[in-house]
T-cell receptor, first 110, second 112 residues
Framework: GDSVTQMEGPVTLSEEAFLTINCTYT??????LFWYVQYPGEGLQLLLK?????DKGSNKGFEATYRKETTSFHLEKGSVQVSDSAVYFC?????????FGTGTSLTVIP | DVKVTQSSRYLVKRTGEKVFLECVQD?????MFWYRQDPGLGLRLIYF???????EKGDIPEGYSVSREKKERFSLILESASTNQTSMYLC???????????FGSGTRLTVV
């Protein structure tokens, strides 16, 4: 069935370091792909999305490119800040179904 | 922006109590969802609804029921709360899933 696999955490980085959180997917159709972010004590917020192959989603300095050939949607940011500390969820949608990864916790230290 | 409002941020209930978690969205979305979130288990779908008075079981419906009498409101009901239902509960809505979900801020429920 359809599913999302993302890298296990937790991830700890120093401020201004480069971030990559890996996400791969399995889907029978042509899914839309998403990254959500959850700050401590909050619900999930949509960070970025891409709806077709080779699309790049971007927001707040984060980027992810929909790679059909590698079935991946890796999240990247060139220089993380302490305020980026949160849990990040990769997700896919195929029609009426939505699937979340298990989340990757990121802590950025000054 | 779409807003999804969950009535309580924190709730403490006793074992055996009937618990109502309320969720309201203000953008006329057909689709609404209830998830629970637990450490190491990610988000698990409890119930969802594609229309008024319509409900579908998700992956873990046991011990829960839902009510959707109006389009904007989707209630999660714990018929007889148990300690293993202590969790963070997240409500979400969407117009079309391909556009993504909008989540509420969550209700952290503790059953003692």
């Amino acid at each position: 069935g359809d599913s999302v696999t993302q890298m296990e955490g937790p991830v700890t980085l120093s401020e201004e370091a480069f971030l990559t959180i890996n996400c791969t997917y399995t889907a029978t159709g042509y899914p839309s792909l998403f990254w959500y972010v959850q700050y401590p004590g909050e619900g999930l917020q949509l960070l970025l999305k891409a709806t077709k192959a080779d699309d790049k989603g971007s927001n707040k300095g984060f980027e992810a490119t929909y790679r059909k050939e590698t079935t991946s949607f890796h999240l990247e940011k060139g220089s993380v800040q302490v305020s980026d500390s949160a849990v990040y969820f990769c997700a896919l949608s195929t029609g009426n179904q939505f699937y979340f990864g298990t989340g990757t916790s990121l802590t950025v230290i000054p | 922006d779409v807003k999804v409002t969950q009535s309580s941020r924190y709730l403490v209930k006793r074992t055996g109590e009937k618990v109502f978690l309320e969720c309201v969205q203000d953008m006329d979305h057909e689709n609404m969802f209830w998830y629970r979130q637990d450490p190491g288990l990610g988000l698990r779908l409890i119930y969802f609804s594609y229309d008024v008075k319509m409900k579908e079981k998700g992956d873990i419906p046991e011990g829960y029921s839902v009510s959707r009498e109006k389009k904007e409101r989707f209630s999660l009901i714990l018929e007889s709360a148990s300690t293993n239902q202590t969790s963070m509960y997240l409500c979400a809505s969407s117009l079309v899933p391909d556009r993504g979900y909008t989540f509420g801020s969550g209700t952290r429920l503790t059953v003692v």
